[in-house]
């Protein structure tokens, strides 16, 4: 079996048990993107549906849509006015705006009323006690290409740099489109002859006839259109000429990848790989040291320096520490390196554990501008390979980086971590110290207020040991010699957790 410590191109790993299923990147032997879904809940993303129109929100410009999901899903105007599709590539050197005419089953906006049935698209998957959001713009993802229903758009990959195939893709697009259909073209389709992205594009087409007829015969709440899995996603998405290898443990998955490979990629089929007698395919490649990595709170850079992300409710923090990296030239040189080391790290932190949403980096202080320029610069360019939108809005006058991220599907620690029942998701516990004062205060309470003199208290073993430490002195200092005070270890308790209780005088 190879491991990924030696220098390679790029991988695609596939891990798939009867709990979940995973799907990897591998650049150069460092896990760069995780995809996981639970083989007990599939990920709605890209499904399309008929919804029917729950509850208005005019004050939020927003409604609840009953696409038949456990939740009523969300909707936005703005989702409406949305640039990217799930999937799609970023693209810039667009010909024209979008159209948003309103299509099949939609409405204007103002016209949105309770039992209206309209078609919408899961753009961002129900995460935690948030529903799914949906939209009323519709895109249908390829391996070459994604579509635009009433749409004009003409879009080309960024990562397409070449003038002559820029200009080649925009040429074929614009001549076969047809009316009413806009079109991104994806960075795979850069390598590949014109009658095949042809041929995706009329696939595409016939998908949306079917849905558009789907929709005129059926009730809602109905799903017209269900994406592909995971496996069928990330080979769509993630495979391409440059991927030298993609290795699966599941005999039925290999064969499966076997046909799709060809017809993404003619002639790819010799890249799979099947891992026979790997059921923990990851734990046998040091896949899964990474993976658990990706969810600890410190990240440890080559040169001893680290980065620290916290999770709160509005935006992730990362925070940069020069650690044990005390640098070969002056303060200046070593800030500056340790900064831009950072930023690559963090640009592959923020993919790598799927991080959506407000972003706020606190790099090493800094007081050249030029330098500043340099640090922002070198996150930018480590962010260009990412698929999911992210944007840096520069440094702000604290020395704090702003980045933005688009939200799609839940982060890495979501899907694989909970809250923890101890703390609440704080991260933080009580010392012993404190719920020991906690206990003695109530203890006291209920002694003067009954005139007992017999009393339970019941909690963690550091706790129980503190109070056995100061017991007679707290009899003696507040007049309870007499008072039985029966002690009771709350083994694989909460350390804050405790039971003070009065029993019966003897």
Known sequence: MNDFTEKTDKRIVIDSNPYRTRAVLVENGKVIEICSEQQS????????????????????????????????????????????????????????????????????????????????????DAQGSKAARVSTRISLSGHLIVMFPDSELIGISKHITADEDRERLRTLIAENKGEGFGVIVRTAAAARPNEDIISELEQLKARWSGIQNAFKISAAPKCLFSEDGLVERTLRDLFRPDVSRVTVNDRERYLSILALANELEPGAAEKVHFAENAPDLFEQ?????????????????????????????????????????????????????????????????????????????????????????????????????????????????????E???????????????????????????????????????????RLFDSGANRISISAHPSVIALIKKHLNEEKLRNGFEQVEVVLNELRGSAPDEFEVRLMENR
């Open 285 to 401: 490649l040091g896949i899964e040291k990474q993976i658990d990595e990706a969810l600890s709170r410190r990240v440890w850079l080559k040169s001893g320096a680290y980065i620290v992300l916290d999770q709160t409710e509005a935006l992730l923090s990362i925070d940069v520490n020069s650690g044990k990296n005390i640098g070969r030239s002056d303060l200046r040189a070593t800030a500056l390196a340790t900064n831009c080391e950072a930023a690559k790290e963090i640009a592959r932190q923020l993919r790598l554990r799927n991080i959506g949403g407000i972003v706020i980096i606190d790099f090493i202080d800094l007081e050249s501008p030029e330098d500043k320029q340099t640090v922002v610069k070198t996150l930018k360019e480590a962010l260009e390979s990412d698929r999911t939108t992210a944007l840096v809005h520069g440094m702000t006058t604290l020395g704090l980086v």
């Open 41 to 124: 809940r599939e990920s709605l993303l890209g499904s399309i549906y008929r919804g029917r129109v729950c509850s208005v929100l005019p004050g939020m410009s927003a409604a609840f849509i009953d696409i038949g999901a456990e939740k009523n899903a969300f909707f936005s105007i703005a989702d409406m006015d949305s640039p990217a599709a799930p999937g799609a590539d970023i693209v810039q050197g667009g010909k024209g705006a979008p159209d948003m005419r309103s299509g099949a089953g939609k409405k204007p906006r103002n016209a949105l009323k309770v039992g209206q049935e309209i078609m919408v698209q899961v753009v961002k």
């Open 403 to 445: 980045v933005t991220r688009k939200k799609l599907r839940e982060n890495l620690s979501s899907s694989m971590q909970r809250e923890c029942f101890l703390c609440g998701g704080s991260g933080r516990l009580c010392t012993p110290e404190t719920v020991a004062l906690r206990i003695r205060a109530r203890a006291l309470a």
